[in-house]
Each structure stands twice: as structure tokens, then as C-alpha cells.
């Protein structure tokens, strides 16, 4: 008899185990995407629309493109989640499954009193959208963008926009009138990699004239455009807050919680202590050998929904599920300018973890916004 398969989330690891499951999933079998956007957002572009390289139309596919493949999507929002009863609540009733893949990301929401009126999320396309503006029109003086906590995704990505934005006013020509300032909880960048790395992203800071200051945490923005940091305060005309990171209040109660407030789940195969309930994605907490959090990214979560897809499909076909998640990404790359960018690699199951950073180079930018194109075309 054939099984249901519920996919919950339409983002990075959603969409890739949809397509992994719908290529090898043999007829007969259900398969079900769930999420409350119509859309998939493509969020590593989102340093590109920015700086005015992008449009939004170029980071976005509808997410009933995937039926083409000969699955279902269903547009709404996860309520809730009954394990023993194998239900998914969901805002006009319930749904239920076989197995179950949970992608629901992390819950990104601005915390710091303040924060939602006085500054810019980059990680929200329509902020982006209004910040790029606000970017054309920028007059010069101190544009600040602040990491309020950890984990936050895309560990790449504050760094990213900060040396795209110093590009950016380098070509054209105000980058005097420009004084760029990060600040971050994180002793150092990269706090989870190898310090070389860090001295290398601070050192590409440093010669893009970008004041990084570390240990420090933003408890409040002012109307008058200061952030109240826990010693001291800095006053700034453009100010960009990431938002806080979360589990998604529906999976609260699941039971499935881990240690630091994130899905847990075995490290290699990504199956939570529920037989048959699977989790990839940002939703993860995943840990070092040496007890560091995994970094949030997309290539974590593109490489466990892969793992997860195929292992589904070898099971259902009578064949033992045999791959596993090892950890580790090469390929990936940071943009650190209009036309240039470094490849990274990691390594995060070695113990200790291993993380390199190259030198830039405008392979590593092609890289990344091929990889771009691929997925919004390959996946839908
Ligand atoms: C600005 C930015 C730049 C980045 N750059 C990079 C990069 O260069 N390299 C890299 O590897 N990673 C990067 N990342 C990180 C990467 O995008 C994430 O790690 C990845 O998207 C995580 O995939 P996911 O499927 O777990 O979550 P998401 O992609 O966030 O998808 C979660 C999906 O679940 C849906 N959802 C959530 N809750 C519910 C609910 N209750 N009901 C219904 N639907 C729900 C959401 O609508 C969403 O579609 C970046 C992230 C950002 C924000």
C-alpha cells in the first residue's frame, strides 16, 4: 500500500527533499509539501537585492510549481503536531502521514525594544526591498548593522552584507562619506571555526574599512536612531538589526526538543527519537564533537534533506537506507564584494571542526551566483 509522506516547510530543505522524493519515490506513494507562503525565497540573495543586483522577482518561485513533479502542495499554516496520532494540525483541519519531514526553519522576529521601528531587518524581503532605497538615497554617515543573539542563519550572511554595502558605496564614490560599524554577541566571527578563520574575516573587514566590535549585545534602539548596547551607547543614521532566531512555537511541544532549544535529531541519519518523524533544516540543533552548536545554513540544509530524501525512498523500495550527513560543505562561498567572494569549507563533525576561507577571488562570486540560478531552476 502506498504511503503518505508529509513535507513541512516549502523553504531550502522542504524543497529539496520534495524533488529528491519526487525523482526517486516510486509511483503509488503520496507526497505532500506544506507551507504558509505561497512562495519559496531564495534568502542568500537577499545581500544582492540589496545592493540593487537583484530584482524580487528573481529570488522567488511559487511553490505549486513543484506539483509538476506529481506531488502535492497545500498553502497553510502548521498548528501543531500529534507524533502517536501521526497528525499534523494545520489552520483548517489536520493531516496525517506515514513519515513525516519537518522543515520548518527557524522563527525570525525582531525582539529588541525598538527594534521593529527604528531599524531595517535584512533577513525580510519586503525590508529589503525599502532599505534599498533608503540605500540609493543614503546622505553619508554611520550605518550600523547589529547581530542581537545566537544561533542566527546564514552564518555568512551579516558579514556578506556589510563588505557588499562597502562595495557598493565604493562604486559610487561615496564610500568616504560612509562610516560602517557591525556589531555582534560573538567573541570573534566564526566563534564555532577554527580562530585563523576569524583573524582572516576580520582582516577583510579591517581592509574594507569596516569596524567590527565583538562581545557586545544591543538591548534597545532609540527613536533617535542609538542602540542602548549592554556597555555603553552608539548613535547611528542607518541602522540594520538581524532578528532573533526561534523554534517555530508549533513544534514546541513536540517533545522532540533538544538541549539548546532546537529539534533534536541523530546526527548522521537526521530521524528524531520518533521512528519515521525526520527533521533537516535551521530547525536543527545539531552539536560539534567538540559541544559547538552547528551552524544555520543552506547547505546543511539542502545536504540533510538530501540524506533524508533519498534514505525515505531506499526504504520504502526495500533497500537499506545508507547515507548519511557527515557535517561538512565545500563550494559554499561569502561574496565580499560586487564581483569578488572567498570559497569556504567545513568540516563541522572533524574534532575538532575545520573551517578554511580562501582568498578572494571572482570564481568564488561566479560561484555562488551560478549555484543561485541552478537552484531556481533546477528545483521548479
Ligand atoms: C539573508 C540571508 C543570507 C543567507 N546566505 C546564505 C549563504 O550564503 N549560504 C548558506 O548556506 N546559507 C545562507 N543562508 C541561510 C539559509 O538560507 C538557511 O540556512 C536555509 O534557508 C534554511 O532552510 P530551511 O528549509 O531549514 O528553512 P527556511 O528556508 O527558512 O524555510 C522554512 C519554511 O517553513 C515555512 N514555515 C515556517 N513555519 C511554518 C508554519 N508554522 N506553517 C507553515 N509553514 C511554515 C516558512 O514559510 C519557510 O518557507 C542565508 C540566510 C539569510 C536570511
Same mark, same amino acid.
Given at each position: 500500500?502506498?504511503?503518505?509522506?508529509?513535507i513541512?516547510g516549502?523553504?531550502?530543505?522542504?524543497?529539496?527533499?520534495?524533488n529528491?522524493?519526487?525523482?526517486?519515490?516510486?509511483?503509488?506513494?503520496?507526497?505532500?509539501?506544506?507551507?504558509?507562503s505561497?512562495?519559496?525565497?531564495?534568502?542568500?540573495?537577499?545581500?544582492?537585492?540589496?545592493?540593487g543586483?537583484?530584482r524580487?522577482?528573481?529570488?522567488?518561485?511559487e511553490?505549486t510549481?513543484?506539483?509538476?513533479?506529481g506531488l502535492?502542495?497545500?498553502?497553510t499554516?502548521?498548528?501543531?503536531?500529534?507524533?502517536?496520532?501521526?497528525?499534523?494540525?494545520?489552520?483548517?483541519?489536520?493531516?496525517?502521514?506515514?513519515?513525516?519531514?519537518?522543515?520548518?526553519?527557524?522563527?525570525?522576529?525582531?525582539?529588541?525594544?525598538?527594534?521593529e521601528?527604528?531599524s531595517f531587518?535584512?533577513?525580510?524581503?519586503?525590508?529589503?526591498?525599502?532599505?534599498?532605497?533608503?540605500? &540609493?538615497?543614503?546622505?553619508? /554617515?554611520?550605518?550600523?548593522?547589529?547581530?542581537?543573539? +545566537? @544561533?542566527?542563519? !546564514?552564518?555568512? *550572511?551579516? $558579514?556578506?552584507?556589510?563588505?557588499?554595502?562597502?562595495?557598493?558605496?565604493?562604486r559610487?564614490?561615496?564610500?568616504?562619506?560612509?562610516?560602517?560599524i557591525?556589531?555582534?554577541?560573538?567573541e570573534r566571527?566564526?566563534?564555532?571555526a577554527?580562530?585563523?578563520?576569524?583573524?582572516?574575516?576580520?582582516?577583510?573587514?579591517?581592509?574594507?574599512?569596516?569596524?567590527?566590535?565583538?562581545?557586545?549585545?544591543?538591548?534597545?534602539?532609540?527613536?533617535?536612531?542609538?542602540?542602548?548596547?549592554?556597555?555603553?551607547?552608539?548613535?547611528?543614521?542607518l541602522?540594520?538589526?538581524?532578528?532573533?532566531?526561534?523554534?517555530?512555537?508549533?513544534?514546541?511541544?513536540t517533545?522532540?526538543?533538544?538541549?539548546?532549544?532546537?529539534?533534536?535529531?541523530?546526527?548522521?541519519?537526521?530521524?528524531?527519537?520518533?521512528?519515521?518523524?525526520y527533521? &533537516?533544516?535551521?530547525v536543527? /540543533?545539531?552539536?560539534?564533537?567538540?559541544?559547538?552548536? +552547528? @551552524?544555520?545554513? !543552506?547547505?546543511? *540544509?539542502? $545536504?540533510?534533506?538530501?540524506?533524508?530524501?533519498r534514505?525515505?525512498?531506499?526504504?520504502?523500495?526495500g533497500?537499506?537506507?545508507?547515507?548519511r550527513?557527515?557535517?561538512?560543505?565545500?563550494?559554499?562561498?561569502m561574496?565580499?564584494?560586487?564581483?569578488?567572494?572567498?570559497?569556504?569549507?567545513?568540516?563541522?563533525?572533524a574534532?575538532?571542526?575545520?573551517?578554511?576561507?580562501?582568498?578572494?577571488?571572482?570564481?568564488a562570486?561566479?560561484?555562488?551566483?551560478?549555484?543561485?540560478?541552478y537552484?531556481?531552476?533546477?528545483?521548479?
Amino acid at each position: 500500500m502506498g504511503k503518505t509522506i508529509l513535507i513541512l516547510g516549502g523553504g531550502t530543505a522542504g524543497v529539496a527533499a520534495a524533488n529528491v522524493l519526487a525523482d526517486v519515490l516510486p509511483p503509488g506513494n503520496d507526497l505532500v509539501v506544506v507551507d504558509r507562503s505561497p512562495v519559496h525565497l531564495f534568502l542568500a540573495a537577499l545581500p544582492l537585492l540589496l545592493v540593487g543586483r537583484r530584482r524580487p522577482g528573481q529570488l522567488t518561485r511559487e511553490l505549486t510549481r513543484l506539483e509538476e513533479r506529481g506531488l502535492r502542495f497545500i498553502q497553510t499554516e502548521v498548528e501543531g503536531l500529534d507524533l502517536q496520532g501521526k497528525r499534523v494540525l494545520i489552520q483548517t483541519g489536520e493531516l496525517t502521514y506515514d513519515y513525516l519531514i519537518i522543515a520548518l526553519g527557524a522563527k525570525r522576529q525582531a525582539q529588541i525594544p525598538g527594534q521593529e521601528q527604528w531599524s531595517f531587518n535584512p533577513y525580510d524581503l519586503g525590508e529589503v526591498q525599502e532599505l534599498r532605497g533608503r540605500l &540609493a538615497r543614503f546622505p553619508g /554617515g554611520r550605518l550600523v548593522l547589529f547581530i542581537p543573539s +545566537l @544561533p542566527f542563519t !546564514g552564518a555568512v *550572511a551579516p $558579514y556578506e552584507i556589510m563588505l557588499l554595502v562597502h562595495d557598493y558605496f565604493r562604486r559610487l564614490g561615496r564610500r568616504r562619506q560612509v562610516e560602517l560599524i557591525l556589531v555582534t554577541p560573538e567573541e570573534r566571527p566564526f566563534s564555532f571555526a577554527p580562530p585563523e578563520v576569524s583573524t582572516q574575516t576580520e582582516e577583510l573587514l579591517r581592509a574594507a574599512g569596516i569596524e567590527l566590535l565583538t562581545g557586545q549585545t544591543v538591548t534597545a534602539i532609540t527613536k533617535g536612531g542609538e542602540l542602548i548596547l549592554e556597555r555603553g551607547a552608539l548613535a547611528a543614521d542607518l541602522i540594520l538589526g538581524l532578528p532573533t532566531h526561534s523554534l517555530p512555537p508549533c513544534l514546541r511541544a513536540t517533545g522532540l526538543v533538544g538541549p539548546n532549544g532546537w529539534l533534536t535529531a541523530h546526527p548522521h541519519t537526521l530521524e528524531t527519537p520518533v521512528r519515521g518523524v525526520y527533521a &533537516a533544516g535551521d530547525v536543527l /540543533g545539531l552539536f560539534t564533537p567538540t559541544g559547538q552548536p +552547528l @551552524p544555520k545554513v !543552506g547547505f546543511f *540544509a539542502h $545536504y540533510q534533506a538530501e540524506v533524508v530524501g533519498r534514505n525515505l525512498a531506499l526504504q520504502l523500495t526495500g533497500q537499506k537506507p545508507n547515507l548519511r550527513f557527515r557535517g561538512g560543505a565545500a563550494g559554499a562561498s561569502m561574496l565580499t564584494g560586487l564581483r569578488r567572494g572567498v570559497f569556504v569549507s567545513l568540516s563541522t563533525y572533524a574534532n575538532p571542526p575545520e573551517m578554511t576561507v580562501s582568498r578572494p577571488t571572482c570564481l568564488a562570486f561566479l560561484v555562488k551566483t551560478l549555484f543561485e540560478k541552478y537552484w531556481l531552476t533546477a528545483w521548479f
